[in-house]
């Protein structure tokens, strides 16, 4: 596991938050974290606290509400989640029962990709641990009634699974496809009891934020993007791996301090992110300019931008559910007007019809795969057009 | 059991169904364990057989159809029975621009099979996958429940050999 930067995660005291969260009514838990204005850190960047209102204050019938972590890490070029599940896996778990004492859940469990099968005996012998401290099961820290345990579930080889209620599907058994929405999982979940559904690195702050308090977490990163962010660093540098910056880092300073300096260009955001140009790399790594769940895939002055955008067009044609037509039909589309545009047979106006394409698709398309999947070409097209028209014949 | 033909086809097939009715027994018969059996069964057998399928269904009362229809969904599941290895290689951005294709063609030609194939004795099979989470030492790969990371086209024989070496699929 190549770590780069000292992470904050690991100086924080065991256990120190679910204390000071149980010392607290739920009402006032869930406050804290509003208050922290922390917000997803899978990439979608839906406040936390907000989140966990919405699902304590839906109906249960039944008494029944759930906590999720989604561990399902498949965006292209992320990998912090494999990390702080490695390193820190205790802190998710933690995390994880502060929102279960903070929306009524009893049952919990992390959905983790097929991908990283190994890392389960690991997370099972953590659950165990916590379990014989008292930590999970019934009365937890001798809060009399407050029972809560957690399970590992594994996928089975589907990035749409990182989708939320194409992950609660999976969990129920089924093909992972999009569900519709409204009503959202905070209402309607797993098993159609109200849900909280959080990336992981989401429930590793959330001890940090109850243990050092919301003020120590809003002093960090910019105005609308707070917190340390850990960023998934890989293709044209020479210190590849996780850092942790604070959000409002600068693309260059991510740049040097990977040692990628030389870069042409870079991926923010995975397959379904977009393409910074070296003259943009003043931006901020932040919700407002440059968002992302931590993919930065950096790109040296050899690459061929349409490579990259054939790579991550495969991929989402092999990705895609099926299910929705712009999604379905318009990945394709797009990848046989990239190859077009490699081979220098894409006309003008032909691209000026796979951009409406593309808008189209992030118009029209279900879920966030068909929303994104046609980001990093048209940001291509906008950004690098010289570069890549100059295949279009005249 | 629902149908008699089912109660007979299992009579025939008595080793599949106590391990179907193993697996239901250790996850649950619900709707919502169908992941973790047909995971299991794949790794123990191989395959997950269309009367694997019915049985599977038959116990946690669902259609078959829907447990096909959950089969083919998933990368990892599927109908094609595959070698007691499986070897799946990273085809995405970090990895491709590594060198991936490099060690992909190292790995036919010791294995003498393409991409998508099983070699004839039923030990290795060779997969494309998507993204592992391997980005920051690529090429990387799967290998049963391995990950192996700053593969090179030297190593394919080391990473075979350790295959080999391991017995049977986790």
């Not at chain 1, 429930?203 to 609308?224: E, Q």
């Not at chain 1, 140009?277 to 349409?306: M, N």
Request: glycine share 12%; with cysteine.
């Amino acid at each position: 596991m190549t770590i780069r930067t000292p992470l904050t995660l690991a100086t924080v005291t065991p256990d120190a938050g679910l204390r000071a969260a149980l010392e607290r009514a739920p009402h006032e838990v869930i406050e804290e974290v509003t208050r922290s204005d922390m917000r997803g850190r899978g990439g979608a960047g839906f406040r936390t606290g907000l989140k966990w209102r919405l699902a304590s204050e839906a109906p249960a019938p039944d008494g029944r509400r759930h906590v999720v972590c989604n561990a399902d890490e498949g965006e292209p070029g992320t990998f912090k989640d494999r990390a702080l599940l490695s390193v820190v896996p205790d802190l998710v778990f933690e995390g994880m029962t502060i929102g279960a004492w903070a929306i009524g859940a009893t049952s919990g469990v992390v959905y983790l990709r097929g991908e990283y099968v190994y890392l389960r005996k690991g997370l099972e012998e953590c659950l165990a641990d916590r379990r014989a401290a008292g930590l999970l099961g019934s009365d937890i820290m001798g809060t009399p009634g407050f029972d809560f345990d957690i399970r590992v579930q594994l996928g089975s080889g589907s990035y749409l699974c990182g989708e939320e209620t194409a992950l609660l599907e999976s969990l129920e058994g089924r093909r992972g496809e999009p569900r519709n929405r409204f009503p959202y999982p905070v209402v309607r979940g797993l098993d159609r009891a109200p849900t909280i559904v959080n990336n992981v690195e989401t429930f590793a702050w959330v001890p940090a934020i109850m243990a050092r308090g919301a003020d120590w977490f809003l002093g960090i990163g910019t105005s609308a993007s707070k917190g340390p962010k850990l960023l998934s660093i890989s293709g044209d540098v020479a210190r590849p791996g996780v850092y942790e910056f604070p959000f409002g880092v600068t693309i260059r300073e991510v740049l040097t301090a990977s040692g990628g300096e030389n870069a042409h260009a870079v991926v923010v955001g995975g397959a379904c992110g977009v393409c910074v140009p070296a003259s943009d790399f003043a931006r901020t790594i932040s919700y407002e300019e440059a968002s992302t769940g931590g993919a930065v895939i950096v790109l040296g002055p050899d690459r061929d931008l349409l490579d990259v955008a054939e790579n991550f067009l495969e991929f989402f044609v092999d990705e895609s559910c099926g299910q929705c037509t712009p999604c379905r039909v318009g990945n394709p589309v797009l990848l046989e007007g990239v190859r077009a545009l490699k081979r220098g047979e894409c006309t003008p106006e032909r691209l000026g019809e796979l951009q409406r394409l593309g808008r189209t698709m992030q118009d029209a398309s279900k879920c966030g795969l068909g929303q994104t999947s046609p980001s990093f070409f048209l940001s291509l097209v906008d950004l690098f057009g010289p570069e890549i028209l100059h295949r279009v014949p005249a | 059991m629902s149908s008699p033909l089912l109660a007979t086809v299992s009579i025939e097939n008595a080793d599949l169904v106590a391990m179907v009715d193993a697996l239901v027994t250790r996850h649950g018969a619900t709707r919502g364990a169908l992941l973790p059996i047909l995971q299991d069964l794949l790794a123990e057998r191989g395959e997950i057989s269309t009367l694997a399928m019915q049985l599977v269904a038959d116990r946690l009362g669902a259609s078959p159809a829907e447990v096909q229809g959950v089969v083919t969904f998933y990368s990892f599941l599927g109908e094609a029975a595959r070698g007691r290895h499986v070897i799946r290689l990273c085809r995405t951005l970090s990895c491709m621009m590594a060198g991936t294709r490099d060690v992909a063609a190292a790995f036919e030609a010791e294995l003498g099979i393409p991409f998508g194939a099983t070699t004839p004795d039923g030990v290795f099979t060779l997969e494309w996958t998507n993204c592992i989470g391997m980005c920051c030492a690529p090429p990387a790969l799967l290998a049963d429940a391995e990950a192996f990371s700053s593969v090179s086209p030297a190593q394919v024989g080391e990473v075979i050999g350790a295959l080999r070496a391991s017995g049977v699929q986790e």
